[in-house]
C-alpha cells in the first residue's frame, strides 16, 4: 500500500507498534497483534470452563435460539424465488438440471485451499479435553529405598510413569468450538450480535470475567506478554458502532484495570478501517459475523448521523447456505445443527468461504460434508451443493436470513447513570422493567449512536447513509469511495452487485452518476485492526490517550464494585474520537 507506506514508514512502525497492542473485538472472533505485527492473530471469541455438575456440553446464549416460523418461512421462500428471478436460476419449487446429473468422480475442495494440500485438512477434528499429567514414581522409589535399598531394584521402580486424566479447566478459540458434545463443559460468547451477551443465564460478571479471561489469555499464549511486564505496553481498542457508551467503558476498565496496560485509547472502527485502506472519505461497509455496520467519514472524521447497524452478517449466510441445500434436497441425512452444535457452524463456514460467490446462472458445486453425530467417527458424504449464489444474497435481501437468534433482552441499566451497575428490577410478571415490550423497543442509547434496523437490506441502508450527510459533493464522493471491510467482504461478485443495485436505487433527483466499490489493499478481514495500528502509530500527542491511574482515580472506586464516579467526565473522555 504505497500511501501508507509513505505516511507510515516501515522503521516508524516497528519503533512505535513494539510496544503497542491493537485489539479488535467482535461478535465471533477477536483479532489482536503487536502494532509491529502484519497481521493480527485472529481467534474465535469464546472459553469453555468444565463444569462439574454440567452432563454435556452447554452454550450460555442457547436458550436466547429461535427457530424460524411458518410465516418466517414464508418469507424466506419468497425472498428466494425473487432472488432466483434476478439471478435467472430455478425457483425454489423447481429442479435444476445440474441436480439430476450424477456426481463427478472429482470434487472441489471444501475449503477453497490448493488441491496441492492434504484433502483431509478440512476435516475438524474434537478437541482432546483431558489434561494429561505424568505422574512419576521416582520421588517415592528413592524415598522408600532410604528405608529399604533393595526396593530400588523392585519391579515397582521399573514401572513406567503412569499418566493421571483429569479435563482442563479451561478451553479457548476454536479448540473451544470444537469440544465434544458429551463433554462436561459450558461455552461462553462474551460478545454476540455486536453487544455483550447478558441475560438471565450469563450475568454481566460472568460477560466480564470471560473477556477478561480470554484476552489475557491471548496477550499470555500468542503475543507472549508476562503479567508482571504489561506496564510497559499501551492499548488500542477498535470497536464496533453497536457497542454503547457502558460496554466500551467496561472494556476500557478490562485493559487497564485487569489486564495492566499503562494507556490505552479507543478508536472507532469505522474510522479505523478507512485509515487501514489508506482512505480520509469513504463509506464503510463493515460485513461483520453477526451484524453488519455502515457509516460514511469524511476528511478522517466519521459521521455519527450516519451511522446504521443491520442485525445480520457472515454467520446468517452460512446458516442460510444449510436451509438452501435442505431446501433444495440435496444436503444429506445429517443432523447438523449449528445453533447447537458450534462444530457444525465451523464447517458451515468453511464451504461458506470456499464457495458462496455472486454470479449469473446456476452455480453449483461438489464438495465433501461431514457429519458430527458421532464422537468417535465423523460421517462424511460426497454432496453437490445447489444455488450457491443465493445466501450471499441474503445481504441485499435480509428476510431470506432471518437471524435464527433473539438479541440480548432489554437491558435499562444501561443508561449512563450513577446506578449503572444495579441489575435490571423485575415486575410481578417476570418481564424486564421496560413493560414488556420488544427486545430494542426501550433500549437505550445516545443520540449520536448508531441506528438499528431490521429489515432493509444493504443497498437500502448505504443509499440511507450517504444521503443522509445532506451535501451534493459530499454524497458524490463518498458514493464512489464506498469500502467493504469484514469477512464477508470477500464475497466473489458482491461488489459488481451493489454497484448497479445502489445506483439503480438512488432516488431520480439526486445528482448522482456513479457508483463505485474500492478495491481493498489487503485482506479485509484485517483492515479495521491496521486502521487501528496506523492511528495509533501517528498519535504522537496521545491526547485522547487514557492513563491507568487517571481512569483509577477519575472512573471507578476501585473497592466499591466498579462503580462509576463521574459518568459525564468519563463520556467525555471515551468518546472524544467522536469529535477529534
Known amino acids: 500500500m504505497d500511501y501508507l507506506k509513505t505516511v507510515v514508514p516501515s522503521q516508524l512502525l516497528a519503533e512505535r507498534g513494539s510496544n503497542l497492542v491493537v485489539i479488535n473485538p467482535g461478535s465471533m472472533n477477536v483479532r489482536m497483534g503487536f502494532a509491529s505485527q502484519d497481521v493480527p492473530f485472529n481467534i ?35 425472498s428466494y424465488d425473487i432472488i432466483a428471478s434476478m439471478l435467472k436460476i430455478p425457483f425454489l419449487g423447481e429442479v435444476s438440471p445440474s441436480e439430476n446429473q450424477p456426481l ?55 514401572k513406567p510413569n503412569s499418566e493421571e486424566n483429569k479435563y482442563k479447566e479451561m478451553i479457548f478459540g476454536e479448540d473451544a468450538l470444537k469440544i465434544p458434545p458429551s463433554a462436561p463443559y459450558c461455552l461462553g460468547r462474551p460478545i454476540r450480535r455486536g453487544h455483550f451477551n447478558i441475560s438471565q443465564n450469563y450475568s454481566l460478571c460472568q460477560v466480564l470475567e470471560d473477556l477478561r479471561t480470554i484476552w489475557n489469555w491471548m496477550l499470555t499464549e500468542k503475543l507472549h506478554i508476562n503479567p508482571k511486564d504489561r506496564h510497559l505496553y499501551s492499548a488500542i481498542l477498535v470497536l464496533g458502532e453497536t457497542f454503547d457508551n457502558r460496554e466500551m467503558k467496561e472494556m476500557l476498565s478490562i485493559v487497564l484495570c485487569d489486564l495492566g496496560f499503562s494507556t490505552a485509547v479507543v478508536h472507532q472502527e ?123 444474497m441474503g445481504l441485499l435481501y435480509p428476510r431470506l436470513l432471518i437471524p435464527e437468534e433473539f438479541p440480548p433482552p432489554p437491558r ?64 458524490r464522493k463518498l458514493f464512489c469511495s464506498i469500502q467493504l471491510v469484514g469477512g464477508a467482504a470477500s464475497t466473489t461478485g458482491l461488489a459488481p452487485v451493489l454497484e448497479q443495485r445502489v445506483l439503480n436505487t438512488i432516488p431520480s433527483n439526486q445528482p448522482v452518476e456513479k457508483v463505485e466499490v474500492l ?28 492513563h491507568r491511574e487517571d481512569w483509577i482515580k477519575n472512573g471507578i472506586h476501585v473497592g466499591s464494585g466498579r462503580k462509576y464516579k463521574d459518568s459525564y467526565y468519563l463520556q467525555s473522555q471515551l468518546m472524544c474520537y467522536y469529535n477529534s
Open 412 to 475: 435499562p441499566w444501561f443508561q449512563d447513570c450513577d446506578d449503572m451497575l444495579e441489575d435490571t428490577l423485575q415486575t410481578n410478571d417476570g418481564l424486564s422493567g421496560n413493560g414488556g415490550l420488544g427486545a430494542w423497543d426501550s433500549y437505550q442509547m445516545l443520540p449520536t449512536r448508531v441506528k438499528k434496523f431490521d429489515n432493509i437490506g444493504l443497498v437500502e441502508a448505504i443509499v440511507s447513509s450517504v444521503l443522509s450527510t445532506g451535501r451534493v459533493d459530499l454524497q
Open 44 to 78: 474465535p471469541h469464546c472459553v469453555a470452563r468444565h463444569k462439574n455438575d454440567a452432563p454435556k456440553l452447554s452454550v450460555r446464549d442457547q436458550r436466547l435460539n429461535c427457530r424460524a416460523g411458518s410465516t418466517h418461512n414464508a418469507e424466506r421462500e419468497k
Open 519 to 546: 478495491q481493498s489493499r489487503r485482506n479485509p478481514l484485517f483492515i479495521p485492526w491496521k486502521g487501528g495500528v496506523i492511528l495509533g502509530v501517528l498519535d504522537t500527542g496521545r491526547d485522547a490517550w487514557i
Open 104 to 158: 463427478p468422480p472429482k470434487m472441489g475442495r471444501l475449503d477453497g485451499l490448493s488441491s496441492q494440500q492434504n484433502k483431509d485438512d478440512s476435516i475438524l477434528t474434537w478437541t482432546d479435553v483431558m489434561d494429561k499429567s505424568i505422574k512419576t514414581s521416582t520421588s517415592i522409589v528413592n524415598s522408600d529405598a532410604d528405608e529399604d535399598p533393595s526396593q530400588s531394584t523392585s519391579d515397582d521402580a521399573n
Open 270 to 392: 469505522a474510522l479505523a478501517a478507512a485509515f487501514g485502506n489508506g482512505l480520509s472519505t469513504a463509506c464503510v461497509v463493515n460485513i461483520g459475523a453477526q451484524v453488519t455496520q455502515v457509516v460514511c467519514v469524511e476528511d478522517g472524521v466519521a459521521l455519527p448521523h450516519t451511522a446504521l447497524a443491520l442485525p445480520y452478517g457472515g454467520d446468517d449466510i452460512s446458516r442460510c447456505l444449510l436451509w438452501v441445500q435442505q431446501r433444495h434436497r440435496t444436503w444429506p441425512n445429517f443432523k447438523n445443527d449449528p445453533m447447537k452444535k458450534p462444530i457444525d457452524m465451523l464447517m458451515l463456514n468453511k464451504i461458506k468461504e470456499g464457495y458462496s460467490q455472486i454470479r449469473s446462472g446456476s452455480y453449483d458445486a461438489v464438495s465433501v460434508v461431514h457429519s458430527y453425530e458421532h464422537e468417535k467417527s465423523v460421517g462424511h458424504q460426497k454432496t453437490r451443493l445447489s444455488a450457491l449464489s443465493v445466501p450471499p
